[in-house]
């Protein structure tokens, strides 16, 4: 996978994790030990990948659930549960191994990238308009 892909990867696992889904049955309020330890690899991996998340998804609920219902990140959180969380026979493998089996879903990496980032406040015309004018300005407009 290239850099933006491991960057996307970390997002979904990142939210799913914050979403609860792979809550450790010892700590229900901390993800597993295995998904902190993924979530660190692929901050190694790509550096920018906890900038992203935090610009597009911390506090956005709305880009959280648009993300989530995507069928991309269902297909990912679904092999990701199967390979990490529930094989219990043998060790299990590391997140190279996993991407090299699992390629991310093409249907992803599109939505990931046009989300919006952070909510930003922006002047309505009629916010603007409602500013103060000068007598200049309101000279030229009365003509």
Known sequence: MDSINRCVLYSVLRIAADKGMFFDPEDPRKPMPIVTYHLAELINQC????????????GNEDN????MIQPGFQQIVK??????????AGPKPTLPAWENITPLPADLLPVFNN??????????R??????????KQRQLRRK
């Open 47 to 58: 550096p920018v990948a906890e900038i992203n998340y935090n610009v597009k998804f911390n």
């Open 64 to 67: 959280k659930t648009l993300f």
């Open 79 to 88: 092999e990701y549960k199967e390979k990490f969380i529930l094989s219990t």
């Open 115 to 124: 989300l919006p980032s952070s909510p930003q406040k922006r002047k309505t």
């Open 126 to 135: 009629k916010q603007r308009k409602n500013r103060k004018q000068t007598r």
